[in-house]
C-alpha cells in the first residue's frame, strides 16, 4: 500500500470516527464497538505510515513495512 492510499484510508476512517462521535443521544452498543475499533484502525495506518516514511528517509524500501498487530500498536506509549 502506497502512502496515498494510507492517507485515503485514514481519511475515510477519520470521516466515520467523527460522524460516530457526533452522534447525539449517545451510540448503541454496536456503535461503540465500531468506533473502538475505528481507533485501532487509525492508529495501525499512523503506525504504518511512521514505518514507510521512516523507512525511505533512511534509504530503505518502505515497501517493506508492515501493519503490526493491535496489541503492538495499542501499546505505545506518547
Keep these: 500500500m502506497e ?4 492517507l ?6 477519520v470521516e ?4 460516530l462521535r457526533l452522534r447525539t443521544g449517545g451510540l448503541l452498543d454496536e456503535e461503540r464497538a465500531r468506533l473502538a475499533e475505528l481507533e ?3 492508529d495501525q495506518c ?6 514507510r516514511r ?3 528517509e533512511y534509504g530503505e ?4 513495512a508492515a501493519l ?3 496489541s503492538e500498536v495499542e501499546g505505545y506509549r506518547s
Design 46 to 51: 499512523w503506525d504504518l505510515l511512521r514505518q
Design 40 to 42: 485501532v484502525r487509525l
Design 16 to 19: 466515520e470516527e467523527r460522524a
Design 54 to 56: 521512516a523507512k525511505a
Design 68 to 70: 503490526r498487530p493491535p
Design 8 to 13: 485515503e484510508n485514514i481519511g475515510t476512517l
Design 3 to 6: 502512502n496515498d492510499e494510507i
Design 61 to 64: 524500501d518502505p515497501d517493506t
